[in-house]
């Protein structure tokens, strides 16, 4: 959709203007520029064509009552929205009385260019208009990492004619009606009253939610005239041949000084000046690059995709500061803006080891939400904290329980982010403030759903796995396995430690591979693959697919790489050609996993395909994926696929274990990670493996053995060669071999 | 609630007048009178007070958008809701001046009458207006069994004033709001657009569904002004000392003649007059009631719901005709106006035995909606036809699916409901032109959904049974039976008829009882039974009631009723024993079928409780039973309890059994039944039963040996005594053992 130019390692260019809307929308996500606490979709500058408008401010929400047409007891009665915030970046043009629009005249150039390294969006046209008159056209973006409420753009034109710039901060702009499909958003209309307004500042609070958001703007360069009113600020500059100016903007909308705090930003950062606004960008992306990047030669469009998702990845964390991370990031409105299991279980993963002070933040967000959460569970008639599937703010927003509520397992998920947090980090300041009440509250509600049969067998019945496309299943293996785990760290008391070490893990004899939930296996198989079906649960009701042997995303598998030692190598062959055949990866958060176990056992070149799967998603999607945001756990698979795939790193107990090994189309491999303040780089080729430690101290096991570094120190051992082994025999569903 | 005086052997009395809106509307659905084509709710004469208004014609619906906080594919996305149709029953009073209303001055006597024989509802009211003036007011109200379309009502007031009737037909009458539990209907506001009116005509269409309706009237008796309107039609007549007169009213809503239909039915029951209505209504009832009455010698409390339930049953079924049987019949509103499977599972049992004429034509309803079960079928991937779980005109509209279109049981339901019905009545027009159809598309379902494990073994995997607190379960053992019953009646090819004898039944060896679903008896126990917790549904979320082993209502004991020829006594005393003391009977549906197999097993106190639970849940009710409509299957529940429980009536492959027995409480028993045209009635004492043929031949088994009586003939046996075995020794649970 998006005319994505050719692979370059550190930016993504796009050439020429997208055809039709669904080509802006998919722009529009990749071009997002955001911080985790500001984000501005990639709208062009002027306000047409447009796809969807999008600026989005973390837990800005709308309040929406849900219906049910028969409803059950405890069915949430509300859920949270993301609206699209009061817009900064609407800059109108009109050159000698005929407005700018690239729908009509003639378009020379048109490009679109996101710096990885700068951070800034940059776009240039040239352009002809109905009238004859020729236009150039320069704007640079950026959202500010260190600055988290200020956005800036800086904006010049020439032409030979009349220019008039009139420079808007929009409220409740037109929005596209809403797709039909279940994981789009509810459209939110009109969905602010004004407050206030003056000459700089425009103030709005949200109908139902009552959330006041203020926005400050200055213009730097010309005169220029304002015009304000309830709903609109308008700056206004005319010139003959040329006009140039900043335009330096920012939000306020947490706690009660909005408006002097937006006015505050914006003044700090006009004073600082949009040159070092950009400084400042390159020096935080350069500190973020140097333990974050991942080198890949010999596949420059893989390399591409993986840096794009460790960029937005960044994006969506760096700033999210008290709120919580969305699974699109801030760069569109999908599932209404919520957070959900991915955040936890892909994309924390990554900030651990790339960026640790946003997990920080982060899981004090969940812990901040601590008290909806039990309440949550008191309603559910259980014990501790019940953390919601999806949700901005922290009440449970899961409209169909089967696949919501039922998912106990993001209390496990949460829990395993925390102590990876811990181990990699060391901070123990935050487990005392927030980290062991987690591990303690999410713990209690195992000890509660668990129990134990006559058999003396631990059981969790009647729940939900990351696999959608079963639900209400007795042992799913992956949420006992976690809930084990979450059971082991929190050590409430006896009962719980015994439920613990009994939690069933079903097997099937006959077929000697797990289950990924008791009986699954003895389940009708799934016979009709067409390509047309694609995602299934567009194309057939639940009932036809609970009862199936057809799964929608790693589940199973996820258990044996996040549980890897519960698993013997033989156990994991047979278990991955099993579920391989039945899995359709129908969410993009398969994929990084099947990357990961496939290389544990030596399927390369699989590995490969499903870290291209991942790290291309949206990036050079054939359809319309990533339209209503980026899907970030799928970004920071790209990382999962290298770094865990490839580098072999595990973490189980909190022991940092690497075993790399590189695919047969690489000629050499980078990663870097952070362990407790150590800096340390993986550079893998065919032959051997170098590790090199940038700062601090760091101890690791490099294929099980004992490595001990210190800062500055290198090593490097040979690798022994690991023949490619070919993909697993059994057919691949058909339509997602490739 | 209600004040239902003393029972008596043929009526219902209301002594007094109902204290408050929920009294209002549970008496206004006991003092229901229908026809199965309309229902006039047992509104007063006058429209206040009142708890609910209602006048249901059969398949008079408006269609709504069901909306889902998060929808699946094949969700339905409309839904059909009966509406209140234009109200012929109100009759305005002004007695000198002041208005007739019950809740101002003072009521002296307030009685209401239904009498069971007669079918009228006839009350006597002697009331002193606020200014002193004495007034008795007496009327009579009937729905003919004979006209479908025709009500009257004779009305006639004295007292020693001015008095003033506004006798009215209305439209659109105000609603009470929507009740919050799942059970209730939806509000239909403003249903009707007038399309004509005339001086003894109103015609109106519903807005959305497209619907005609005219209804037509006449008033008998002395002159009177008639205003009209588009949504009223008012005659009006006044005169010192007494008026008396008949209203007469007919409706038109089928087939494109309405006005003349409802004119010329109008026209007819007047010529006939109120007097030959009513004659023609005793006629009717008396047919009925010999072939249908219970006797219940010794326990006159049950007797009378026993009659009174019996009553309703024929109200909801006697002249359905082309449409179906809701659950509600025609008394109220409740779940929607839909028809469920307890209309074949539990009505047509009760018709098909007493009343068959009408079951040939509910069944073929439901044939003629078998292009939409197709359609649905191939919706959801299936084969032949999918019924819906509810529905008015054939499309599913049940909006939660895991208890609503997972339970498929319904096609086997359907499939049980035309073998029972051809085998009683030998109607076998009636099998080619609908039944053998029905069977042979339920079956093609259960082919294609039922798939061979490689021990040979078939299953029918994620349904869900009849007990509503388990869902998505795979091999229930009622789902799997019925459906090879349908397979086995279908025999359309080798293939089905593998699958039929191959169906799993899950057995659970340690605690040697059936499993209600494959691994029904190793979950978890529900242990925290409270008084005040029931019904569960609307205290728990079903997270916490799908995961553990409590039921509410009879599943595998409905297996062991309708397919007790698949269980030993041993395994059925085990099997009963073990889901008594985990069914919480949540469901009015329960009571009777453990009735039956309570009586089974000798427990024939039990079974005595539980009739009387079904014979009296809406009669006399605790709480505000039936406020919305009877439960029509719990009125069936009480004839299943006597004639299939103490009776010990079975119709297995089409063969009558019956092994009569009478609990201890009573001295007598007796009960009727017809079979392929002959009249058989049956008479039960502790010593003997005696077998007499009033019209025709038959030949039954008595206590599995066979009897041959011709028209005239009885046979009497002596009863070997059977002990009156205790309840199980397991507990019931608590709250729930009364």
Known sequence: MSRIGPAEPWVVREIGLPSDDAGHRQAESLFALANGHIGLRGNLDEPQPSGMPGTFLNSLYEVRDLTYPEAGFAFPERTETVVNAPNGKPINLTVGGETFDLRTGEVRRHERVLDLRAGTLTREVEWVSPGGVEVRLRSVRVVSFERPSVAAIRYSVEAD????????????????????????????????????????????????????????????????????????????????????????????????????????????????????????????????????????????????????????????????????????????????????????????????????????????????????????????????????????????????????????????????????????????????????????????????????????????????????????????????????????????????????????????ERRQVHEQSAGFTRLDEWKSFADEDYPLMLHHHYLNLYRKQVVKQADLVLAMVLCGDEFTLDEKRRNFEYYEARTVRDSSLSAPVQAVLAAELGHLSLAHDYLAEAALLDLRAGGESGGDGLHIAACAGAWIAVVMGFGGLRDTGGRLSLSPRIPPRLNRLRFRLRWRGAGLSVTVTPEKVTYQVSSGGIEFRHYGDVVSLNEGEEVTFKLDPIDDRPAPPTPRPPGRAE
Chains 1, 2 share one sequence.
């Open 161 to 508: 004619a009349e220019l008039r710039v009139d420079s808007d901060v929009a409220v409740d702009e037109a929005q596209p009606p809403p797709r039909d499909d279940p994981r789009a958003s509810a459209v939110i209309e009109d969905a602010f009253v004004p407050v206030f307004h003056d000459r700089d500042l425009l103030v709005h609070r949200t109908r139902r939610s009552g959330i006041t958001v203020a926005v400050a703007v200055t213009h730097l360069g010309p005169e220029g005239e304002i015009v304000t009113g309830p709903d609109r600020l308008r700056w206004t500059t005319t010139a003959h041949g040329s006009i140039a100016f900043d335009k330096i903007f920012a939000y306020g909308w947490d706690g009660l000084d909005q408006r002097d705090k937006a006015r505050a930003d914006r003044d700090a950062a006009a004073r600082a000046g949009f040159d070092e606004l950009l400084a400042e960008q390159r020096r935080y992306l350069d500190d973020f690059w140097a333990y974050a990047d991942i080198e890949l030669d010999g596949d420059e469009l893989v390399q591409q995709g993986a840096r794009f998702g460790l960029f937005h990845v960044l994006q969506a964390g760096a700033q999210a500061g008290p709120h919580p991370i969305p699974s699109k990031g801030l760069t569109g409105n999908g599932y209404d803006g919520h957070t959900l299991w991915d955040n936890e279980s892909y994309v924390l993963p990554v900030l651990t080891y790339t960026h640790p002070a946003c997990v920080g933040q982060a899981l004090r967000w969940r812990h901040s939400t601590l008290d909806q959460a039990r309440e949550r569970a008191r309603e559910l008639k259980l014990d501790g904290a019940a953390f919601p599937w999806r949700t901005i703010s922290g009440p449970e927003c899961s409209g169909y329980w089967p696949a919501g509520t039922a998912a106990l397992h993001i209390n496990a998920d949460i829990a395993d982010a925390v102590l990876r947090y811990h181990a990699a980090s060391g901070d123990d300041v935050f487990m005392r403030e927030a980290g062991d009440e987690l591990i303690a509250e999410t713990a209690k509600l195992w000890r509660k759903v668990a129990y134990l049969d006559e058999e003396g067998v631990a059981h969790i019945a009647g729940v939900t796995g990351p696999d959608e496309y079963t639900a209400l299943m007795d042992d799913n293996v992956f949420t006992n396995l976690m809930a084990r785990r979450n059971l082991r760290a929190a050590a409430l008391d006896e009962v719980s430690g015994h439920i613990a070490e009994r939690l069933a893990v079903p097997y099937d």
